[in-house]
Every structure is written in C-alpha cells, then in structure tokens.
C-alpha cells in the first residue's frame, strides 16, 4: 500500500451529536488531487444496512472538508455537509420499502464513516478502507429524563429536560400508523421544552377495549403535562403530523380545556367532520377509501381522499376561531395528504376570519409527506398500515430526496425557532414571516 | 479566593451536602441536583430562561458553546459548573456575566467579571473548576475509568453569587458530558512481555502511528493522555513503571529499568495495527527521563520525543535506569510555610549526577520540550536550556523546539482540566504535599496551547 496513504486522517466534529446537529467530515493527508470516497455506514435496529457515499478529489493540500467541498457524484453530489447521512439509502439487495426509524431513544445510532481509495460504488465490503471512524447520534441529550405516563389511561411518555424549570410544554402527535412515537419528543426536550409523546390510536385502553379514545383523551394528556411541577402551565404548545394535525386542530379550536400558546401541524389537513370524535373522522377517511389511486410500481396514493376541499364548512376545522399562532409546514409533492391544497384552504379561511396574523406557511417544492428532524433518510415509499386496515401496503409519500432533506433540515430550524418565541419569548402572538 | 465566615449550621450543611455527594458519582444526576444545595424554584408562573451547551457531549480537548437565552436586559447572573470526580469530590466554578440588550449571554464571545476568572473564557467553567468548600486538602483531578464521561452540571443562577452561598435561585441548567474516548476507540489491556499498560487503538482499520505515552513518579497506570491520543487517530500505549499492583517489586520505588521502555517500544513496534516506522514518545515529569533514554540507546528509533517539564537525569537511577528510593536523598528538598514540599532543585542540572546525563546530541529524531515557568517539582527551564544546548553544539538546533509559558506550573496535561498548584503525595509516615506550581489562568492558556502544538507536531512528524 502506498505508504503516504497510509497517513490519511478522517476526523468528523463532534463525533457525538444530536440528531439535528451539523457535523464536519474532514479528511487530512491524502495525496493531493487524488480520488477518494467517503461512505457512511449504519445498522438500524431491525438489522437493516444503510449506506451513503460522495466521490472526491483531494485538494492541493491533501485535504477534503465535506462541508466546503463538492461531491461529484454518490449518493448525494454537490456541498452537502450532511449529505452522508440523509442521504443514507438501503444496500443493494435490501428488502423494498424500508424506512428508518429509532424506537429505543435511549442509545445512540451509530454511524462508521470511511474513506476509500479511487472512487467506488459498490462492493464496499470487500474493501479495506484507508481510514474510519464512528459518529454518535443521539435523540436525547444528557440529563434529559424520559418518564413513560400511564395516569389517566394514558399511553404517552414524557421528556422533560435538564434543568429545573419550569419548562414550555409540548403535545406530540404522529399520525394514522399509530404506536408511540419518542424520538420527535425527545429531541425536543433536548432543545428545552417538556415534550410528551401521545399514542392516541393503539393505545393500551384502545387494544384492551377496541374503542377509539375520545376528546378527554387529549385533555388528559394536557392536564397531566399542565399540571406538572416542572412544566410552566401557562406556555403548551402542541406539534402534530399528518392525522395528528387533524386532532392538533381540533384540539387548538374545539377543546374547552386545552389552551395552546401555539401549533405546528406538519403535512396535514383541517378536513375533518367537526365534532366528529377521533373514530367518526377516522370513518370519514376511510368513506372515501374508493378515492385511493395506484403509481405505475403499484404505490398507495391516498391523497385524493380529502379532494376536493369541501366548501361545506361543517367538514372543516374553522381556523378562522384559533387564537394561538399557527405554524403549517407542507411539502408539495406530498401523495399522502393534500397538505399544500388545504394550508391553501386555511389561509383563505383565516384571511376571511381576519386571523390570519397568527398564520405562518412553510411550502416546500419537491418535499414529501413525511417532514421529520433533519439528517436521517427520505422514504419515498415504504412499507405501512394503518390501525384501519389490517394488510401492509407499500405507501407512496412523495417528495425528490435532495429537496425533501434541504426541506426537513429548514423547517426543523423554524419550528425551533416558532417554538422558541412563542413559548419562550413571550411575545404577543403574531405571525413570523420572517421565518 | 475569598472564603467567607460560616456559621456552624452552615458547616453541618455543607458536610451533609458532601455525605449525599460522595454516594452519588459520575452520571448519577439527582446526586448533582442535591448539591446544588439550598435552591429557591420559580413558580410554575412563567417559564424558565434557557440555557445550552453545544455539542453536549465532547471529548475533553473540545470547545463548549454555552449560552444562556430569554433572561432580561441588563441582568446580572452566574454560571456555574458542578461535577464530581471518581473520588466523590464536588468540583465547582462559576462566573458572574451581565445579560446585554438581547437579553442573553454568550460564554464564547461575553466577559466574566467575577468568580473563579474572569475575562473572555468560553472555557473557564472547566479549567477553572476547584474542589468545592470544605472538601479534603490536597485533591487533583484525574480520571482513571476513560471509558465513561465526567458528567458535568452547568447551571444558570439569578444574580452574581456563589455555589457556597445559601439562598441561590437556580434559573435553568443543562448537563454536559465530557469524553477522553472518541466512540469507536478500543481500549486494550496489556498484561505480557512483563509490561502493564493500555494501548488504544482509533477505529478503522490502521496501521496507526504510534505513541509511548509516559507519566511521572506518582505512578500508577494513567490512561487519560493515550485516550485522547486515540480519538485523535493515532494508536497510543500508556505504561505503569510504579506504584501498581501488577508491576514487580514494592510500590514505591521503580523496579524495572531501561528493558521495561524498550519492551514498550517494542511492543508497539510489533503491534499489526502500528505503523512500525511512525511511533513517538511522550513524557511528562519523571516520564522524560526513560524517554531521553530510549531516544538515545543505539536500535530505537523514535520518530520524535515530546518532553514535558523533565530532567535529562536522575539521582535515582543506577546502571540499569531502575531506581532508588526517591525519599532516600532528601538535601535538595526545599518547604514552604505550610510544610509542602518542592522537589525542584532536586533536577538543577548541577544537582544531577553527571553519569545520568544522556547524550541528547545523539538523538536523531525531531523534540519538542516544553516547559511551565513556574514549576516547583522540576527544573524545567534550566534542563530545556542543557537539552537545547548540547543539540545546537551538534548542529542539531532544527530538531529542537521550545514552548515556555510563563505561570504554568509542572503538570502541563490535556486542556480545559484544572490545574492543581499541589496536591497530596503520600500519606506515611505523616501526610506530604507536593508543589506543582503554575495559576489556573496562564496554566490553562498553557494547556490548551500546548496541546495544539502537541498534536501538530504529532501530525508533522508521525503522519507526514
């Protein structure tokens, strides 16, 4: 082996980070002008293998900083500093529809970066690399304390952060698939607000009973972080994706009890019948079942099951009554949903209501439905089922992964940010067009 | 610092603070919370300002970005560091910073006007840290477990006041993790060839240059040094030559000799992960000296030598470089006024026997010497001056590089870790302390530059 490459130096910063946190992947050393690739390995959970890679061109001085220089062509091309891991895709000969998600928060993902000689595409296994290293990841920050709450039949868990408050409180809903979802919450709380996680479809009274929750549910969940030593009563906001916008809405207008300084509802609709409980509007999807259509690789489309937009306004939450700031964050080439027709439907509705002051929309081009925290893959389709229907089917979310990924990476920084002011800084609500 | 009167209540609390700390060690977080002592909570009213740190986890040569948000304008507070060692201590800083217009303070960029610094130091909450009041004399903080992180509190308090202050309203706080081992370091106990030591190995497949990595009379086995040499990618052995259970002979005096080292180089010399051709030597304090002899003896070639606040000899070491007792010559030992003990003359050129000398104009490879100006356990100053000396007579003055800093004391090791003016040295037949030297703020500028310059030369010489 040419012992100068021996020499070659990868380091990435921090090699322990949060999810959401930028790193810098540099390599040092290396013959100036030669070819090297830089490949990002990781084994989730289920045991499935990801990978991500980038060709370069070492510099003058023999060096590459992923966050200055461009990848010529991989699994990302282009300055993408993050690119190696949402870039991350299954390895040749994976089983189809695969999408990555941590359950266990607690540990780490564990990511090894190398870098090879030349620039290669395949076969990655085989070879030695010049040098390696291992990344942490971490949905939680040190200190942050994960609190599973079963009071009030509930299935929630709680995470509140370092510290001893009190802290802003936070509602956090996922969507039609059900199951309690941390990692969103958890990685809140690591930003400062006491998030708790809500399993509202599968929750241990609903597999016990068979019955759906009802509104008291979420009040409950409300309640309980309400009255939490640690968390400051007076600022909960709550954050809801796909079919969790819908109850997020319903709760932010209709509930008597729950009073949010805020919410974000993310690749979501305000189409529900209004006081409709959580199973009559679940029913209300499922009536218009018959709308679903098939791509050409025979992917699920279920976007047209709330087309069109209704005019009657009894199959709408009225937004023009919400009295919090409203965040909407919507990718448009969304299959799922039609977020980006109805974010249209509620901006006409709140500019009617003279509320629209309150109103932030964050479209994005080419961004799909599944807006997650940033630097973690993009599934264009995957494996999914629903609480309703009992098969898997191979669902189509939509979105290109360059914009899907630039899309997750600045809407997560603005719901930060919209969280922030809202329930840290105490300002009257208004909107942030800023953001 | 200023210690104020306390009231025999408040003793008693501070003693039952320090009984609850020392159950709790590192990672145990409510162990931290009840140190934190008497603590006023806001009301559930209005929230909490925040505070962060970032990155939250990182290793121990890395900055820390603390700052704190949504306070008030113009609003006096206090930062505050708690952690225990492994020992159970309570370490403790703090600094006292203005909010500005933005309401905010940004350790990175704003001034400290009071506490345990003050100036512009984005880490001082680190360096500065002492062992909290009432705490046992004589302490240094060492981590022996690299494997696990210092687990440190960093806390937000309303107004300028003090850890050892009563009423105290806690703002906000945030945890930090301090690491000495990258993820993906191997740690490598090795027990063969006669040698105690630890070799670290970076992840990835190597081969890794190399270092010995060599540490004073306190003995023991440190590992601290080569865990970071790792997470630096280069593969680092760190060697026990007394004081530890498995080394042969007593433990006070240095059984083993020149054989030992060279087995070390060796070793690493052999290792398949090691580039043969790449390892260097570290030493501090007494660690210079089998350094210098392993850089002079005829079939070992380091490719480069950093010496830390060390001598060219010892009056210890017979034919064999093992050594006497070091109690055994005690003329040159010279003692405050408080009885602790600066071995420093010990090491004046002119004390040294001259058959211990080596010839470092034999060395061969490049040398980085550095010295803290204010160290009370070695000579420094004057051995860098016999060291640089002899290599400019041999026309070797391009292999030779100083670093001198003015106020460090003797135990220049990896930055932002406090710096321990002296410490305990042994508890029999009656307690003694040693001086180190050195002021926490030109000893931490001292450390943190250095290991700069450390791990550059490293790069220039092992890696290119």
């Not at chain 1, 890679?53 to 990302?76: K, L, M």
């Not at chain 1, 979501?268 to 209300?284: A, L």
């Not at chain 2, 008693?12 to 977080?29: A, D, F, P």
């Not at chain 2, 990258?182 to 890794?208: C, D, H, K, M, S």
Request: with cysteine; aromatic share 8%; glycine share 8%.
């Amino acid at each position: 082996m040419d012992r100068k490459q021996c020499c070659v130096k990868l380091s990435v910063q921090p090699s322990r980070g949060l999810m959401d946190e930028k790193f810098i992947v540099l390599v040092q050393n290396a013959l100036p002008g030669s070819q090297l690739t830089i490949r990002a390995l990781h084994q989730c959970e289920d045991g499935h293998s990801w990978e991500a890679f980038g060709h370069y061109t070492a510099d003058t001085t023999g060096t590459i900083d992923v966050s200055e220089d461009p990848s010529i062509r991989g699994t990302y091309s282009g300055v993408e500093q993050m690119g190696l891991l949402w870039s991350l895709r299954p390895i040749p000969g994976s089983k189809p529809g695969l999408r990555m998600r941590k359950k266990n928060i607690q540990t780490p993902m564990e990511v090894t970066i190398s870098v090879y000689q030349g620039h290669q595409t395949e076969g990655f296994a085989d070879l030695v690399p010049l040098s390696g290293v291992v990344v942490e990841r971490w949905y939680m920050a040190p200190g942050v304390r994960r609190i599973p709450v079963t009071e009030g039949g509930l299935t929630a868990t709680l995470f509140l952060p370092s510290g001893p408050g009190p802290f802003p409180g936070l509602l956090d809903l996922w969507g039609g698939g059900g199951q309690l979802v941390e990692y969103r919450a958890a990685l809140l709380a690591s930003h400062g607000f006491a998030s708790m996680a809500i399993d509202y479809l599968t929750s241990k009274f609903t597999m016990e009973t068979g019955k759906m929750v009802d509104n008291q549910y979420f009040e409950t969940a409300y309640r309980v972080l309400q009255q939490h030593p640690q968390v400051c009563g007076s600022k909960i906001a709550m954050i809801g994706l796909s079919f969790g916008t819908s109850m997020t809405l319903k709760m932010a207008i209709y509930s008597e009890v729950i009073k949010l300084s805020a919410a974000v509802c993310i690749s979501g609709s305000h189409v529900q019948p209004v006081e409709g409980s959580v199973e009559e509007i679940m029913g209300f999807f499922q009536k218009n079942a018959g709308k679903t259509r098939f791509n050409e690789k025979n992917e699920a489309i279920w976007r047209d099951l709330l087309l069109p937009i209704p005019t009657d306004p009894s199959l709408k939450a009225d937004v023009g009554r919400l009295q919090c700031p409203l965040l909407l964050v919507v990718g448009e080439d969304d299959q799922n949903w039609p977020a980006q027709e109805s974010a249209l439907d509620i901006k006409e509705m709140m500019a009617r209501a003279g509320n629209s002051h309150l109103l932030t929309v964050l479209s994005y081009p080419n961004a799909g439905h599944l807006i997650e925290p940033p630097y973690t893959p993009h599934a264009r389709s995957s494996t999914f089922k629903t609480v309703e229907i009992q098969e898997k089917v191979m669902c189509l979310w939509g979105g290109q992964t360059v914009e899907h990924s630039r899309a997750q990476e600045d809407a997560w920084k603005k719901i930060l940010v919209f969280l922030r002011e809202n329930l840290y800084g105490g300002r009257n609500p208004t909107s942030f067009s800023h953001l | 610092m200023f210690r104020a009167h306390m009231s025999v209540t408040r003793i008693w609390q501070l003693i039952e603070k320090r009984m609850m700390s020392c159950i709790s060690v590192h990672g145990k977080l409510p162990g931290l919370q009840r140190a934190v002592g008497e603590v006023r909570r806001k009301s559930s009213f209005r929230q909490s300002p925040l505070l962060t740190a970032t990155p939250v986890r990182a290793l121990i040569d890395e900055q820390i970005s603390i700052k704190g948000r949504f306070l008030s304008q113009n609003y006096p507070v206090t930062v505050c560091a708690q952690m225990h060692s492994e020992e159970g201590d309570l370490w403790e800083a703090f600094a006292h910073y203005t909010t500005n217009a933005s309401s905010s303070i940004n350790l990175t960029s704003d001034h400290s006007v009071g506490g345990s610094y003050v100036g512009c130091e984005p880490m001082g909450l680190f360096w500065a840290l002492e062992p909290a009041l009432g705490s046992r004399e004589g302490l240094r903080l060492r981590k022996r477990n690299v494997e696990t992180p210092y687990m440190v509190n960093i806390s937000l308090l309303e107004g300028h006041t003090s850890p050892s202050e009563g009423q105290r309203t806690e703002l906000a706080a945030v945890t930090t993790e301090r690491w000495y081992m990258a993820p993906g370091v191997r740690r490598i106990e090795i027990r063969q060839n006669n040698i105690v030591g630890t070799l670290f190995l970076p992840p990835g497949p190597g081969p890794f240059p190399a270092m010995l990595d060599l540490w004073g009379m306190v003995g023991g086995l440190l590992e601290y040094r080569s865990a970071l040499f790792a997470s630096r990618g280069f593969a680092s052995l760190s060697v026990a030559y007394m004081g530890h259970k498995d080394l042969p002979g007593p433990q006070h005096i240095m059984s083993v000799g020149d054989s030992y080292f060279k087995s070390a180089f060796q070793l690493l010399q052999d290792h398949c992960q090691v580039d043969a051709d790449r390892i260097g030597v570290i030493g501090l304090s007494y660690g210079v000296v089998p350094t210098l002899r392993i850089a002079t003896t005829i079939g070992f070639k380091p490719s480069c030598l950093i010496c830390i606040n060390g001598a060219v000899g010892s009056p210890l070491l017979d034919e064999d470089g093992k050594s006497k007792m070091f109690e055994s010559d005690q003329k040159h030992w010279e003692f405050d006024d408080r009885g602790y003990v600066s071995f420093r003359n010990v090491s004046l050129p002119d004390n040294l026997p001259p058959e211990s000398k080596r010839k470092v104009e034999n060395i061969t490879c490049p040398l980085m010497y550095i010295v803290g100006e204010d160290d009370l356990c070695t000579a420094s100053t004057e051995n860098a001056d016999v060291i640089e000396e002899a290599l400019r007579s041999a026309g070797k003055s391009h292999q030779f590089t100083r670093l001198s800093y003015p106020g460090a004391g003797h135990l220049i090791e990896p930055p932002y870790t406090p710096c321990s003016r002296a410490s305990l040295w042994k508890t029999k037949p009656e307690k003694l302390f040693t001086l180190w030297g050195g002021h926490p703020a030109p000893h931490a500028a001292a450390q943190e530059d250095a290991w700069k310059r450390i791990l550059e030369f490293m790069e220039t010489h092992l890696r290119r």
